[in-house]
């Protein structure tokens, strides 16, 4: 996919580079590959590049530059057609809980996707998802994209709260849970990962277009697993590149 973006006017020191309307791995991934051009690519005035789902935001300071150069050199780097790796950088193994106790939804979102709560888990396992953006709450990502059959709505209630660490679903992306916090997505798992350290000198787990495979673990090894303090649950992230 070389789909050349859509640049919009965001705001007065803004500009939005948008690569489709609607979610797919090509149109994520070609996001996350262009904010990793632009924002290796050192343009004067530049002060931010921020990838979402399928779109880019450019930051400029308008003392510095204008609306029509900042355009104009992302339209450059847009038509070029050089070689980039776009590869993932990172993969994180991380310990996942499936029991009834840790995942109280999970026979619920088995049956929406058509499925039995061990073939469920054997689909999660098998996946190695992509975090396509970090949002709504501090390191919080979201990773895609499950097969077609996970497209499973949101509950059309909120459940109030749901521990940090949950693993939930809903439209073919899951999320490990930053915090205690109300959702409308499903809890079908549980981890001991903290994607937000606040203490630590690269405070966010994950960037996006690292990519994440779950394992799962039965309850007394999670039991350990979370009264160990020495990991961040028990995860491990190899470097690939």
């Given amino acids: 996919m070389n789909t050349e973006p859509e640049l919009r006017p965001l705001g007065v020191d803004g500009i939005l580079v948008r690569f489709s309307r609607f979610l797919t791995d090509e149109a994520n991934a070609q996001a996350l590959a262009f904010r990793d051009r632009l924002a290796s690519a050192g343009i004067t005035g530049v002060t ?94 979201y990773q895609g994209m499950l097969p077609d059959h996970w497209d499973i709505p949101r509950q059309s209630a909120l459940t109030e709260s749901l521990p940090r660490g949950a693993l939930i679903t809903a439209v073919r992306q899951l999320i490990i849970w930053a915090a205690d916090a109300p959702t409308g997505w499903r809890h079908i798992g549980q981890t001991a990962f903290r994607v937000y350290q606040p203490d630590t000198p690269t405070p966010f787990a994950f960037e996006p277009g690292d990519r994440v495979r779950f394992h799962a673990v039965p309850d007394s090894a999670f039991a350990d697993i979370r009264a160990d303090s020495t990991t961040n649950g028990g995860a491990r992230c190899e470097v690939l590149r």
């Avoid at 003392?63 to 070689?83: C, H, M, N, P």
């Avoid at 990172?90 to 310990?95: A, M």
């Avoid at 499936?98 to 999970?106: S, T």
Wanted: glycine fraction near 6%; hydrophobic fraction near 45%.
């Fill in 48 to 141: 931010e590049v921020a990838s979402s789902l399928t779109s880019v935001r450019v930051g400029f300071d308008p003392s510095k530059t204008t609306r029509d150069t900042v355009g104009k050199a992302i339209q450059s780097l847009a038509t070029e057609r050089a070689l980039q790796d776009t590869s993932p950088k990172r993969l994180w193994h991380i310990p996942a809980c499936f029991g009834p106790e840790h995942a109280p939804q999970l026979a619920e979102a088995a049956a929406l996707a058509g499925l039995s709560v061990d073939q469920a888990i054997a689909e999660i396992t098998a996946q190695e998802t992509r975090v396509i953006a970090i949002g709504f709450a501090p390191g919080q990502a």
